[in-house]
């Protein structure tokens, strides 16, 4: 069972930036980052193929966020030009499986989830 840790969320100002950080224990193929505002669905966001190190970003934060790997076990989420609309709870969720890079943004793709990690851009 693979255990999976959000970090960097926080509070900032429309147009700041912040960078969450997902940690994972064990092998994982692939790793996305989703987001769940108040009630809405839970969305994607980003998702990365680690091993083609194929990337896929929602269109609504295209060019605003990206998403990187670290080594084996960590993923990031960069996060610029912040708007209120981006303030959700954050998860990170990992699989063992590739996950081919169409298909990236979709929730039945993981088999692990993080927590969350809360993050809320104030006008």
């Known amino acids: 069972q693979a255990q999976v840790a959000e970090f960097g969320g926080g509070s900032v100002q429309t147009g700041g930036s912040l960078r969450l950080s997902c940690r994972a224990s064990?092998?994982?193929?692939?790793v996305a980052w989703f987001r769940q505002a108040a009630g809405k669905e839970r969305e994607g966001v980003a998702g990365i193929w680690k091993s083609y190190a194929t990337t896929r970003v929602a269109d609504s934060v295209k060019g605003r966020f990206s998403i990187s790997q670290e080594g084996a076990s960590t993923v990031y989420l960069q996060m610029n030009d912040l708007k209120p609309e981006d303030t959700a709870k954050y998860y990170c969720?990992?699989?063992?499986?590739?996950?081919?890079?169409?298909?990236?943004?979709?929730?039945?793709?993981?088999?692990?989830w993080g927590q969350g990690t809360q993050v809320t851009v104030a006008t």
């Open positions: 969720a990992t699989s063992r499986a590739d996950v081919p890079t169409a298909q990236l943004l979709r929730t039945d793709a993981y088999e692990f």
């Open positions: 064990g092998y994982s193929a692939s």
